[in-house]
DNA sequence: AGTTCATGTTAGCCATTACTTACCGTAACC
DNA sequence: GGTTACGGTAAGTAATGGCTAACATGAACT
């Protein structure tokens, strides 16, 4: 499901993180990725799982190799959740100067 | 630690992102962000020190009550890595268009 | 001081999960 | 056909994590 749920999920965890932004520097094959990282090749397939059905990373066969590549629609709906709540920090930004402004205003004893 | 790596721990569960989602909305004391979620209060006062400690909110002390509101800083670093692969998304995006033309064309390539 | 309200903390339970080893299927070689 | 390369799957395990219940802390109020 390709929902910022899953994709939320899917990307927390660092190795499975290792193995996404392995993948969306350049496509490559499974044995690959995992050459680069301290597990096991089917802990990297498992991960490559779990990236595909939250909709992170697409696979398609090449011989016997089967290269996976970024999914160009799966940090869509995780962006815009984040986006979401830019605004509310913003916010909270500009309130916390204004608190320190008066934090100031107070504190002005010599 | 305010990092990139616990904010998105943090945020991976949906009880506790519910909760940030609370916050963010407005400022609020503990049991308030507890009444309108379906764990009990100390559920929601260990996923305040998570998110607290991963640096997406702040709280201070108002009598015996503690108010919970978004830090500012905390979706900076989240956001930042996004963008780092928003770029890797919108190229795999065109190579697939680029692709697709190919395929309706059946033309040989470049 | 004693009581009540609001919250943080600990202990323990249960579900989830990330990992490895072993195995099976498939595709390209000889 | 046999063998080798590549990758997905199953089973079993150790570790993590979220939850509740019980206790501890501290502030406000009478």
Redesign the pocket.
Do not use: I, M, Y
């Given at each position: 499901m390709a929902n910022m749920n899953s994709a939320l999920?899917a990307l927390?965890?660092p190795?499975?993180r290792a193995v996404f932004e392995r993948v969306a520097r350049s496509p490559a094959?499974?044995?690959?990725i995992a050459k680069g990282l301290?597990?096991?090749?089917?802990?990297v397939?498992?991960?490559?799982?779990?990236l595909k059905e939250a909709g992170l990373v697409l696979?398609h066969?090449e011989?016997?190799?089967?290269i996976y590549r970024i999914d160009p629609r799966g940090l869509g709906p995780l962006r815009a959740w984040l986006d979401q709540f830019w605004g509310a920090a913003l916010d909270a930004f500009a309130a916390d100067l204004e608190a320190q402004a008066k934090d100031d205003k107070d504190d002005d004893h010599d």
């Open positions: 999920l927390a965890d190795t499975r094959p499974v044995g690959d301290p597990v096991s090749r089917p802990a397939s498992q991960h490559l799982k779990v696979d066969a011989g016997a190799r089967r």
